[in-house]
């Protein structure tokens, strides 16, 4: 049987909905965790493009929390605008960018030389090597590709040259590519391609730059921010 009586029942269970703050050896603990009331903060806005980030921020059309805003390049693709440090220590972030990308981008796996070719056609930057990938891939002979030969680096192809005659072509290693991996104000880099093949025939690219493209791209995405919000006071970019 209890030894407690209904009113030191309810005491006790209205003492389980209080906290306290107790000093124990000059550090602060609570009977119980506590959480903070956290702010409001604004729904932000999803855009996918750099020229709609700085029309909004050009138009001042929202009231932001402070005078100065922080745009973080936070990758090629994706960039995000905050505003200053609140009183709470958090930020609140007004708008995401991010880039609308080619989904038939393919690295690192073959694939048939048809799609290969779309590949290059519809998501390179035009140029040198990529003219001279696609008169490769284009003109190839089905299960043409030389094994014998492949020293690791170079590779051949019997090529057709003309209407009746063929002839074997040195598969040229490493390649310079500009595929359309960040926003389109920006200019894409470049960067090295392995270009291997394999007979069926099929084709691939193995980036061979270690990611460098991604630091150039970001950095051109500051340039680009920088130049059109010189005249917008208390604006920082980072990337």
Do not use: C
């Not at 043409?144 to 005659?165: F, L, R």
């Amino acid at each position: 049987m209890s030894n407690y009586t209904e009113r030191e029942a309810l005491e006790y269970l209205v003492g389980l909905g209080e906290i306290k703050v107790l000093d124990i050896d000059g550090k602060k603990f609570t009977t119980n965790q506590v959480y903070r009331v956290q702010d409001p903060k604004p729904a932000e806005l999803t855009v996918t493009t750099l020229t709609a980030l700085i029309d909004y921020i050009k138009s001042g059309i929202d009231d932001k929390f402070g005078d100065k805003g922080l745009i973080h390049v936070v990758s090629p693709s994706s960039v995000e605008l905050y505003s200053e440090l609140r009183d709470d220590k958090d930020r609140e972030k007004y708008i995401s960018v991010r880039a609308l990308l080619p989904d038939n981008l393919v690295f690192d796996r073959f694939i048939g030389t048809e799609e290969f070719n779309i590949m290059l056609q519809s998501s390179f930057v035009e140029n040198k090597d990529r003219g001279l990938l696609l008169k490769i891939t284009g003109n190839i002979k089905d299960s043409s590709v030389k094994e014998y030969g492949d020293d690791g680096v170079s590779q051949a192809a019997t090529v057709k040259t003309g209407v009746a005659s063929v002839n074997d072509v040195v598969v040229p290693n490493p390649v310079v590519l500009a595929p359309y991996r960040t926003f389109p104000e920006i200019e894409q880099p470049e960067s090295k391609f392995i270009f291997r093949m394999q007979s069926g025939p099929r084709a691939a690219l193995f980036e061979a730059d270690g990611g460098a493209w991604r630091n150039e791209a970001m950095q051109r995405i500051k340039k680009y921010l920088e130049e059109n919000l010189k005249d917008i006071e208390g604006v920082k970019i980072i990337s």
